[in-house]
């Protein structure tokens, strides 16, 4: 079934990287645009990044841009995020989402990765 | 940058009563395209979130009849017509007219 797993979450010294992965499966991964938001604990979401579809163009919220990158390797079904420079405030569940059709709307969602950011 | 606002933002409702969710946002949601980017998603406790409407009015796949929504430009709102326990849980809308953003959640319980 259609699919989306996230990996690569831990605890991570402030002003350290770390590297997010999102094994897709169960649908065609190259076409369709994929995004990442995160929730802090006990908030809200917070949309952080999209990547197009054959990742010819990106976007970042404010708030990362700078920091983190969003990338995807369509040959293995993966979409990734490297965050650099890493704040207490980054702390979060990750998640990845897909794009619906050739709506900007996301219908597909993972079940989250815990990123803790503290030294 | 665009802010979304929701009311209420904390909702407790009788189950088989109606409740309505309302999202302003500080700009115009309407693109040139025609179309209007705002969504609303539901996320259940301990769960990832889901969605429920897509571009005002359209409802997801498998969303029940009973969530509607309905708005235009800046205001927006979601309906459940009869609300069952099934239904409890943070109700976000999103915007992606300009870059994305979500607004704040309203947290729906039952009484």
């Known amino acids: 079934q259609v699919q989306l797993v996230e990996s690569g979450g831990g605890v991570v010294q402030p002003g350290r990287s770390l590297r997010l992965s999102c094994g897709a499966s169960g649908f065609t991964f190259s076409t369709y645009g994929m995004h990442w938001v995160r929730q802090a604990p006990g908030k809200g979401l917070e949309w952080v990044a999209v990547?197009?579809?054959?990742?010819?163009?990106?976007d970042y919220a404010e708030s990362v841009k700078g920091r983190f990158t969003i990338s995807r390797d369509n040959s293995k079904n993966t979409l990734y995020l490297q965050m650099s420079s890493l704040r207490a405030e980054d702390t979060a569940v990750y998640y990845c989402?897909?794009?619906?059709?050739?709506?900007?709307?996301?219908?597909?969602w993972g079940q989250g990765t815990m990123v803790t950011v503290s030294s | 940058d665009i802010v979304l606002t929701q009311t209420p933002l904390s909702l407790s409702v009788t189950p088989g009563q109606p409740a309505s969710i309302s999202c302003k946002s500080s700009?115009?949601?309407?693109?040139?395209?025609?179309?209007?980017?705002l969504y609303w998603y539901l996320q259940k406790p301990g769960q990832s979130p889901q969605l429920l409407i897509y571009?005002?009015?359209n409802r997801f796949s498998g969303v029940p009849a009973r969530f509607s929504g309905s708005g235009s430009g800046t205001d927006f709102t979601l309906k459940i017509s009869r609300v069952e326990a099934e239904d409890v849980g943070v109700y976000y809308c999103m915007q992606s007219i300009q870059v994305f953003s979500f607004g704040p959640g309203t947290k729906v319980d039952i009484k």
């Open positions: 990547i197009w579809y054959d990742g010819s163009n990106q």
């Open positions: 989402a897909r794009e619906y059709d050739d709506s900007d709307a996301l219908d597909i």
């Open positions: 571009e005002v009015s």
């Open positions: 700009q115009s949601l309407l693109h040139s395209d025609g179309k209007t980017y």
